[in-house]
């Protein structure tokens, strides 16, 4: 019996195809999701998702704002729609309206969706991917 709890091989069982059903905006179209995202899905996530940078440029400035109760390191807080679409999106039906050609599932193509639809399939993500 497989063990459903590892995605090594994908035969089709970690996946989703979500249409007008789920989502009205799809209209005729269709996406296909990971149902479960992986350990590596969720280590990619967090790395996008809380950026680091150094405040303090030398060794000597970093030991006095830790002295003095300030952190040498600035946090950023970046939740991207885009990247964890980017993640979950295995395939979809959209066409360019002019050439015809399937659309490339990219950051840069899902950074130009509408932010309707882009929050409608994360929140589908997110109710697969409780944390």
């Known amino acids: 019996m497989p063990d459903n709890r590892f995605f090594i091989s994908d035969n089709g069982t970690n996946q989703e195809t979500l249409t007008k059903e789920q989502i009205p905006e799809l209209e005729d ?21 809380i950026q680091y940078e150094a405040v303090a440029t030398t060794r000597a400035e970093a030991q006095r704002m830790k002295i003095t109760g300030q952190s040498p390191v600035k946090l950023n807080y ?29 950051i840069t193509t899902l950074g130009q969706m509408d932010p309707s639809l882009a929050n409608k399939l994360q929140a589908e993500i997110d109710d697969r991917n409780p944390i």
């Open 29 to 49: 179209d269709w996406v296909t999701i990971k149902k479960k995202l992986t350990t590596n899905d969720f280590s990619k996530m967090q790395a996008n998702l």
């Open 78 to 106: 970046n939740p991207d729609t885009a990247f964890l679409l980017e993640l979950a999106i295995i395939d979809w039906s959209f066409k360019d309206g002019i050439t015809g050609e399937k659309i490339p599932i990219t």
